[in-house]
Structures are given as structure tokens and as C-alpha cells.
């Protein structure tokens, strides 16, 4: 489905044409707007798409080019890259050498890996393993509260920092990462990463500073310190997939959470991003346009980076849809306010990984 009004052409010729407050170098600037497509790389969206709203910039990387994230905010804190469909869990372990692929059974195969979990939920019948409602907590929370991750904050007694069992998801194709072993512990103001292969003794050990332009400096475990994100304040929001979660009553909406992969999420930027939604069942189209500055007040805003997620669209087994009934207005780092309108979940060959919006600065 689309939405393709004559909206667009209004919306490009009235960047030529409006005006606004702001002078530089006294020539009138006027406001951001225009359309925009994430671009997915297709069907398995193997890309991350990072978008500055105020730039009209996106920025592409491989989603699997990075494994684990680690806070640049002070409260040592590491997220799993959770468009890969990671899940780490922790053995009872402080001793990186003392874990190895005897302990680590009961983690691998069918239990650690969200395809495995989810085949469990929707084949059960209602009926799981005593362990299935701890699934959760292999997984980071959606909202991206990071006192809610996979991975506990990291001590600075190294003998209160476990070794986990990582999965490291999947790529693109639905081919398995594999697994791996880590045990992170405090350096300093930064960290200590120490990895390897199950039976490793050794491992690799890796140090990593706290670099504060950045949310997260990142990590793959093949490759060392990688370039993920833009600096903290100079993305909005970022399309990918994701490990949301479902409740196991699947598809009623009760029960406990577990963690399911998902595509065509939206994640808002975690610096100073917030959200609010707008709905509209009659016309969301003269709603959009009609939404001025004035309105933005009294909006309920959600910081939350799943604040938009999937609720964009509507993906069930007999359809996959936008949602017509509403738009959404981003408030930016520096307080700039957009409202943003998705026009496109496929393409005009029917497939998914090519997502469309339309937006506009509000003055």
C-alpha cells in the first residue's frame, strides 16, 4: 500500500517558496522537507539506515557489521545488535577459561536463537519448556532502556562480571553466526572485552575507551572497534530490523514477553529524540497537512526508541499494510519539530525493505 496524493508536489515546490524566521547571512532559510526512502537493500533488509531529519541525510551501513555496543554515557552498559536477532546469556561463571561448550549445552541449538523460540511459541500450543519465560531476558528491552539489557551493567569487581553465552544472530540470508563467549569488566572510565570461541581459554582481549560524541562506541568480534552510528546528534531515526518482542499467547495479546524478530522497525535516536503519534480515522492526509508548530504542544512525547517501531504498519498473515490513521512528529537533539507521514512499505514490485515517508519542519 501507498499513499501518493498530490501532497508531494505541494511539499517540494513550497521549499522554494516559504519562508521562515531564521536569517543567515540575511538570506531567508527555508524550512526542511521533502520525501525520503530508507533503503533496505530489499526483502532480508540486510541494511541500517540511519536519517537526520534536518539535513535530509541518511546514512547506510551493514546491519552485521557490528556485535555489541558499549555506553559512552558513563554507566557501563552493553547492548547486543539487535538487528541481527542476537540473545546473550550468562553462565554461572566469572572465569573466562573456565567456561567451554561442556557447560554451555543447554544455551545452544533450539533454546538461545529467536527462530527457535518463536517456532516453540507458535507450535506449543499454549504448552513451553520451564525455561520459556526467561527468553526475555536474553534479549535488550525494545525501548531501549539500557537498565534492561541482556548483558547486566558491568562491575567494577571483576568477580561480579559473568561470562555469557553470545548467539550472534543471523545474517541477512538466515545464515547462523555462530556462537561465542565473552566477559566484559571495566578498564578505567572504559571497558574490557575478553572473547573468543567456546573452547578458548585465552580468548582475545580487547580495551575500549568511552568516547562521548557517540552513544555507543561498537565492537564486531571479528573486526575490533567499527563506525556504526553518527555522532549522538546528528541522526533522528534509524530503519533496520529487530528483536521486538511478542507475548506468548501469540496471536492474542496475552501472556508473558518473548523476544521475535521483526523487519521494517524504526528506532528513534536515544539523545534527546522524543515522539509523539497523531491520529486521524477520517482524513490523515488534510490532518498532516493541516498540523502546524501550534499544535505540538500537548502531544504525549515518548523518548522510548521504539516509540514509532512497528507501529507504522500493519504486518499479519493475510495482509501487510501502512496504517492510514496516522502521522508522527519528531522533536530533534536541538529541539526542532517535524511531522513525518509514511507513504510506502513496498515497492511497486510488492516487496518490503524499500520504506517511504514524507516530512516537514515546523516553524
Given at each position: 500500500?501507498?499513499?501518493?496524493?498530490?501532497?508531494?508536489?505541494?511539499?517540494?515546490?513550497?521549499?522554494?517558496?516559504?519562508?521562515?524566521?531564521?536569517?543567515?547571512?540575511?538570506?531567508?532559510?527555508?524550512?526542511?522537507?521533502?520525501?525520503?526512502?530508507?533503503?533496505?537493500?530489499?526483502?532480508?533488509?540486510?541494511?541500517?539506515?540511519?536519517?537526520?531529519?534536518?539535513?535530509?541525510?541518511?546514512?547506510?551501513?551493514?546491519?552485521?557489521?557490528?556485535?555489541?555496543?558499549?555506553?559512552?554515557?558513563?554507566?557501563?552498559?552493553?547492548?547486543?545488535?539487535?538487528?541481527n536477532g542476537m540473545?546473550?546469556?550468562?553462565?554461572?561463571?566469572?572465569?573466562?577459561?573456565?567456561?567451554?561448550?561442556?557447560?554451555?549445552?543447554?544455551?545452544?541449538?533450539?533454546?538461545?536463537?529467536?527462530?527457535?523460540?518463536?517456532?516453540?511459541?507458535?507450535?506449543?500450543?499454549?504448552?513451553?519448556?520451564?525455561?520459556?519465560?526467561?527468553?526475555?531476558?536474553?534479549?535488550?528491552?525494545?525501548?531501549?532502556?539500557?537498565?534492561?539489557?541482556?548483558?547486566?551493567?558491568?562491575?567494577?569487581n571483576t568477580t561480579?562480571?559473568?561470562?555469557?553465552?553470545?548467539?550472534?544472530?543471523?545474517?541477512?540470508?538466515?545464515?547462523?553466526?555462530?556462537?561465542?563467549?565473552?566477559?566484559?569488566?571495566?578498564?578505567?572510565?572504559?571497558?574490557?572485552?575478553?572473547?573468543?570461541?567456546?573452547?578458548?581459554?585465552?580468548?582475545?582481549?580487547?580495551?575500549?575507551?568511552?568516547?562521548?560524541?557517540?552513544?555507543?562506541?561498537?565492537?564486531?568480534?571479528?573486526?575490533?572497534?567499527?563506525?556504526?552510528?553518527?555522532?549522538?546528534?546528528?541522526?533522528?531515526?534509524?530503519?533496520?530490523?529487530?528483536?521486538?518482542?511478542?507475548?506468548?499467547?501469540?496471536?492474542?495479546?496475552?501472556?508473558?514477553?518473548?523476544?521475535?524478530?521483526?523487519?521494517?522497525?524504526?528506532?528513534?535516536?536515544?539523545?534527546?529524540?522524543?515522539?509523539?503519534?497523531?491520529?486521524?480515522?477520517?482524513?490523515?492526509?488534510?490532518?498532516?497537512?493541516?498540523?502546524?508548530?501550534?499544535?505540538?504542544?500537548?502531544?504525549?512525547?515518548?523518548?522510548?526508541?521504539?516509540?514509532?517501531?512497528?507501529?507504522?504498519?500493519?504486518?499479519?498473515?493475510?495482509?501487510?499494510?501502512?496504517?492510514?490513521?496516522?502521522?508522527?512528529?519528531?522533536?530533534?537533539?536541538?529541539?526542532?519539530?517535524?511531522?513525518?507521514?509514511?507513504t510506502q512499505l513496498?515497492?511497486?514490485?510488492?516487496?518490503?525493505?524499500?520504506?517511504?515517508?514524507?516530512?516537514?519542519?515546523?516553524?
Amino acid at each position: 500500500m501507498k499513499i501518493k496524493p498530490f501532497l508531494f508536489t505541494l511539499l517540494i515546490l513550497s521549499i522554494f517558496a516559504t519562508g521562515c524566521d531564521d536569517d543567515e547571512g540575511g538570506q531567508t532559510i527555508p524550512p526542511v522537507m521533502g520525501t525520503i526512502q530508507a533503503h533496505l537493500g530489499g526483502e532480508a533488509e540486510p541494511n541500517q539506515v540511519f536519517i537526520d531529519l534536518s539535513e535530509a541525510r541518511n546514512e547506510t551501513i551493514d546491519r552485521t557489521s557490528w556485535d555489541l555496543g558499549f555506553s559512552n554515557n558513563g554507566d557501563f552498559r552493553v547492548i547486543l545488535n539487535s538487528t541481527n536477532g542476537m540473545l546473550a546469556a550468562a553462565t554461572s561463571k566469572t572465569d573466562f577459561a573456565g567456561v567451554s561448550s561442556a557447560d554451555t549445552a543447554m544455551f545452544l541449538g533450539e533454546v538461545l536463537n529467536v527462530d527457535a523460540i518463536f517456532g516453540i511459541l507458535i507450535g506449543g500450543g499454549g504448552v513451553f519448556p520451564p525455561w520459556f519465560s526467561s527468553t526475555v531476558e536474553w534479549a535488550d528491552a525494545p525501548n531501549g532502556n539500557l537498565n534492561n539489557t541482556a548483558i547486566d551493567e558491568i562491575s567494577a569487581n571483576t568477580t561480579e562480571n559473568f561470562v555469557y553465552i553470545i548467539n550472534r544472530g543471523k545474517n541477512p540470508n538466515g545464515e547462523p553466526r555462530g556462537f561465542m563467549k565473552i566477559k566484559i569488566d571495566r578498564d578505567g572510565a572504559g571497558y574490557r572485552l575478553t572473547y573468543g570461541d567456546l573452547d578458548d581459554a585465552s580468548g582475545q582481549t580487547l580495551e575500549i575507551g568511552q568516547v562521548t560524541d557517540f552513544n555507543f562506541t561498537y565492537v564486531h568480534l571479528n573486526d575490533g572497534i567499527v563506525s556504526v552510528e553518527p555522532q549522538k546528534g546528528a541522526w533522528d531515526l534509524a530503519f533496520s530490523t529487530y528483536t521486538d518482542n511478542v507475548l506468548s499467547g501469540f496471536p492474542a495479546p496475552t501472556g508473558f514477553p518473548v523476544p521475535y524478530f521483526v523487519r521494517d522497525f524504526i528506532s528513534t535516536n536515544r539523545h534527546q529524540v522524543s515522539v509523539a503519534m497523531v491520529t486521524d480515522a477520517s482524513d490523515i492526509l488534510s490532518a498532516y497537512n493541516a498540523f502546524s508548530i501550534d499544535d505540538v504542544v500537548g502531544l504525549t512525547y515518548s523518548s522510548d526508541v521504539n516509540s514509532i517501531g512497528t507501529n507504522w504498519r500493519l504486518v499479519g498473515q493475510t495482509e501487510q499494510r501502512l496504517y492510514d490513521d496516522r502521522f508522527f512528529v519528531l522533536q530533534d537533539a536541538s529541539g526542532k519539530y517535524f511531522k513525518i507521514l509514511f507513504t510506502q512499505l513496498k515497492n511497486d514490485q510488492g516487496l518490503r525493505g524499500f520504506p517511504e515517508f514524507i516530512f516537514e519542519e515546523l516553524r
